[in-house]
């Protein structure tokens, strides 16, 4: 049962412009989600959060968006670097604690 | 500050056998979560400890153990390994304090055949 859906397992972008990943949730209880970028051969680095209870949070070149009523949250890159290149991964938690459900991941190409 | 390691990086096994995993989280880290990755799964969680107790746990089977020592290190456990096993086992720390200071390790790659 995957709690967590990341539709799209790649997405190609061409330097400069907006990428934009979209995650969707079955869970109602997930009370915060959070972004994870991951280079090859190194663990998964924490990108971005937001909280159930908002429905933006940006830092940077990077924004989440949360919709709770179509239980979708996306992020944005703008704008996208070569250097972005790299497997995305959405995550939710259940209340409190660090247990984490992961999506399946999306990676991203941003051709220069 | 140093990050968390995990020991071995990388591991051959047979169908049958018993691995152990090692993960020391940052220092003055006290939360150590073990996650599973395969290809096209994602990352899915196994468990977690805190301060030596079991905090949560995900939807393995019993062949899959963990502890945690006195000062944080953890060690996880999968006895009679199956071919579907084979995947890259992340451990993460925390202070405890927040989710998103969860750091990752690199990972152990175990391959079972």
């Known amino acids: 049962d995957q709690q967590v859906k990341q539709n799209s397992p790649s997405l190609s972008v061409q330097e400069g412009r907006i990428s934009i990943l979209n995650c969707d949730y079955t869970?109602?209880?997930?009370?915060?989600f959070l972004w994870y970028k991951k280079y090859p051969a190194e663990g998964p680095t924490f990108l971005i959060s937001i909280s159930s209870i908002k429905d933006k949070n940006e830092d940077g070149r990077f924004t989440v968006f949360l919709n709770k009523s179509a239980k979708h949250l996306s992020l944005h890159i703008v704008p996208s670097q070569p250097g972005d290149s790299a497997v995305y991964f959405c995550a939710a938690r259940v209340e409190y604690g660090n247990k984490l459900v992961f999506g399946a991941g999306t990676i991203l190409r941003v051709k220069s | 500050k140093a990050g968390v390691t995990q020991t071995p990086r990388y591991l051959i096994k047979t169908r049958g056998q018993q691995v152990t995993l090692s993960c020391s989280p940052i220092s003055g880290h006290r939360s150590v979560s073990w996650y599973q990755q395969t290809p096209g799964q994602g990352l899915q969680f196994l468990f977690e400890y805190f301060s030596e107790t079991q905090r949560n746990k995900g939807n393995f089977p019993g062949r899959f153990s963990g502890r945690q020592f006195s000062n944080s290190r953890s060690e996880m456990n999968v006895s009679t390994l199956e071919l579907g096993d084979s995947a890259l086992y992340l451990c993460?720390?925390?202070?405890?304090?927040?989710?998103?200071?969860?750091?990752f390790g690199p990972g152990t790659r175990l391959l079972v055949l």
């Open positions: 869970n109602s209880m997930f009370d915060y």
């Open positions: 993460a720390s925390t202070s405890g304090t927040s989710v998103e200071t969860q750091y």
